[in-house]
């Protein structure tokens, strides 16, 4: 494998139809780099789902639980106070605190596997060097491709995306 | 200055004021005004202006805390005054922030992009200073720290079922969440920031900050997966979060407290309140930031429909409130009624009643929700009015109680008037800071817009 070419393009829509077209000629699409969110890109990269979601349900459910266990065990078991002719467990209003706490835990579970899924925080990666990519979070589009099998098709490729619309053809990080 | 500011409104477009708008004239639009743009005489001043009052309100904080709550105007009866007021009108204005941004956001509503940054900030702010005045009512405020579970040699724990302890948790939680909520809308901005800085320590701020963001297809899935969902989380919060401020008077015996419906007629209270201030914000931030091309009287239009709806739905639930005590038939819940409309406070409620109910009902006429000046004339009356109903609350039913003998009014203090507007400053000065280190609108979102309506 040679190395992979970076194509800038100066919007969505060619970006969208070069991928297409690659996919459809066999190369190997490795990431795209846009200044918003391009959902046409998921189904033609195969980004995967994460489990963002997961991660959040077990985390708010965990810590909403461990909450009503340190309330019950605080007012039924270690410091039982009688007022008024409450129940000592007193589920009703025990339930607010878990509640609130246990969304907030479930944001943070959520931030901590998004940061895992996306392998953030990483200050510095190779395609920064890639002249011009600081426009791809501004107005350009980039893709990143590469060719897999013989040599010839190197020319191949970067021809293919030259005619697809890109303003430039580079190697990544030059 | 781009192209796209100066266009005129073009109604093929209804949320960017322009026929055509590049996403690098949109992202130096709104970035320029951080990076480049000199801050300017005008934002010096407020700027100064505000901090006085962040000045008052720390002497007063200052004075309270050595003298004891003694210098407010509470007395043995009226054992709440402007202190609980404030904290509910703030809370509500910060929850305000979040169902505008949340609600829109799981809605898809596309004009969202345009306000819900500055909404999402004004909860922070709104949330943080809310906060502070539970904490400076308590009398003891050094101890505020009792009401967290912690391993002490008292062998002690928080008394569960308290509301105090119940807003300590819901502040906190929500205050945590919303900032998670506004930093993860920041973050591809950040990003943006950190590739058009020019100084080196912009470059590194911005850069750390934005966490080696790249703008992957990856990453915006993950991102919009986890924003959304985050967003769904929110409005059940703020909804819990506000839910717990109505049952803090709920929860009690008073006459006019103890009522089913304060949860959810607070959590209206807040939703109106609320979008009345990102209204009153959202023009200034048009005017300061001169963001016309991306803020357009449809922005008015859209957010004082809100507003009418929250309105009528008020209105509704004063008139639930006032059938519900003649109907149930208690002798101090129908003397309350009566002291409302006919007692000492009464030309306040009439006034409340206008602000609330009255006055937001001329935004059923177009040309009135299509005038920027109208809408912000009738936010700052809403929330005028929203803070007189959160006095009135403490102030009727605590004067007017069961016992006769404990009738008695409140008098505002000095003090208590500082720390009434001081915050208000305190929550200008924030966000002037705000809009100097941030960008105020959301540049991803506006690009997305741009390409959404075929502008770009």
């Known amino acids: 494998m040679t190395k992979p070419l970076i194509a800038e393009f100066s919007d969505a829509d060619s970006l969208i139809s070069a991928a297409v077209r690659l996919k459809r000629e066999g190369h190997q699409l490795l990431d795209a780099f846009t200044p918003f969110r391009l959902p046409e890109l998921d189904s033609i990269l195969i980004v995967k789902p994460s489990r963002i979601r997961l991660s959040m349900l077990v985390g708010g459910l965990a810590m909403a639980a461990f909450f009503y266990f340190l309330q019950w065990y605080s007012s039924v078991i270690d410091y039982p106070l009688n007022t008024g002719g409450r129940p000592l467990n007193s589920w009703p209003v025990f339930l607010l605190v878990p509640f609130e706490v246990g969304m907030l835990a479930a944001a943070l579970s959520g931030f901590a596997a998004f940061l895992w899924t996306c392998r953030l925080p990483r200050l510095y990666h190779p395609i920064f060097d890639t002249t011009d990519f600081a426009r791809a979070t501004q107005d350009r589009f980039f893709l990143l491709a590469a060719q897999t099998g013989k040599e010839e098709r190197s020319a191949s490729l970067r021809k293919l995306l030259k005619h697809s619309g890109a303003v430039a053809v580079r190697e990544q990080g030059s | 200055?781009?192209?796209?500011?100066?266009?005129?409104?073009?109604?093929?477009?209804?949320?960017?004021?322009?026929?055509?708008?590049?996403?690098?004239?949109?992202?130096?639009?709104?970035a320029d005004s951080v990076l480049l743009r000199p801050a300017g005489w005008r934002w010096w001043i407020a700027l100064g202006v505000s901090g006085l009052f962040v000045l008052a309100t720390m002497v007063a904080i200052y004075v309270l805390f050595t003298e004891g709550i003694g210098v407010w105007g509470v007395n043995s009866t009226v054992v709440w005054g402007y202190a609980i007021a404030s904290y509910v009108w703030w809370i509500a204005i910060g929850s305000g922030g979040t169902l505008i941004s949340a609600m829109l956001l799981i809605t898809r509503q596309r004009w969202r992009a345009s306000v819900n940054r500055f909404a999402e900030t004004m909860t922070i702010f709104a949330v943080s200073i809310s906060g502070l005045f539970p904490i400076l009512h308590l009398g003891r405020p050094q101890y505020f720290y009792w009401l967290a579970p912690y391993p002490n040699t008292m062998l002690l724990w928080p008394q569960w079922r308290s509301a105090l302890v119940w807003d300590f948790w819901a502040i906190v939680s929500y205050l945590l969440f919303s900032l998670l909520f506004l930093y993860i809308g920041l973050l591809p901005d950040l990003a943006t920031m950190r590739d058009r800085a020019t100084t080196v320590y912009g470059q590194v701020f911005y850069g750390a900050f934005a966490l080696g963001w790249r703008g992957s297809a990856h990453h915006w899935r993950c991102y919009e997966t986890f924003q959304i969902t985050l967003a769904a989380l929110a409005v059940?919060?703020?909804?819990?979060?506000?839910?717990?401020?109505?049952?803090?008077?709920?929860?009690?015996?008073?006459?006019?407290?103890?009522?089913?419906?304060?949860?959810?007629?607070?959590?209206?209270?807040?939703?109106?309140?609320?979008?009345?201030?990102?209204?009153?914000?959202?023009?200034?931030?048009?005017?300061?930031?001169?963001?016309?091309?991306?803020?357009?009287?449809?922005?008015?239009?859209?957010?004082?429909?809100?507003?009418?709806?929250?309105?009528?739905?008020?209105t509704c639930s004063y008139a639930t409130e006032w059938f519900m005590a003649w109907y149930a038939g208690a002798a101090a819940d129908r003397s309350l009624l009566v002291f409302l409309f006919t007692g000492s406070y009464a030309p306040l409620y009439w006034m409340q009643l206008s602000f609330n109910c009255l006055l937001p009902q001329a935004l059923w006429f177009p040309r009135v929700r299509r005038s920027i000046l109208c809408v912000v004339l009738i936010a700052i009356g809403i929330n005028i009015g929203m803070w007189l109903e959160?006095?009135?609350?403490?102030?009727?039913?605590?004067?007017?109680?069961?016992?006769?003998?404990?009738?008695?009014?409140?008098?505002?203090?000095?003090?208590?008037?500082?720390?009434?507007v001081g915050p208000v400053g305190l929550f200008v000065f924030f966000f002037l800071c705000f809009v100097r280190l941030v960008p105020a609108v959301p540049m991803n979102e506006l690009r997305k817009l741009c390409r959404e309506e075929h502008v770009a």
Do not use: C
Not at chain 2, 258 to 269: A, K, N, R, S
């Open chain 2, 390 to 420: 959160r006095i009135l609350i403490i102030w009727n039913t605590l004067s007017h109680g069961y016992a006769v003998s404990l009738w008695r009014l409140f008098y505002p203090t000095l003090w208590d008037w500082i720390l009434l």
């Open chain 2, 236 to 314: 059940p919060l703020v909804v819990s979060v506000h839910s717990i401020v109505g049952l803090d008077f709920a929860a009690s015996l008073m006459p006019g407290w103890q009522e089913t419906i304060f949860p959810p007629y607070f959590v209206v209270g807040a939703l109106f309140s609320g979008f009345a201030s990102v209204a009153i914000l959202t023009a200034l931030v048009r005017w300061g930031l001169r963001l016309e091309a991306v803020i357009t009287v449809h922005h008015f239009n859209a957010m004082a429909k809100i507003l009418l709806l929250a309105s009528v739905v008020m």
């Open chain 2, 1 to 30: 200055m781009s192209v796209i500011a100066s266009a005129p409104a073009n109604p093929a477009h209804p949320w960017i004021a322009a026929d055509h708008a590049s996403y690098g004239e949109v992202t130096a639009l709104i």
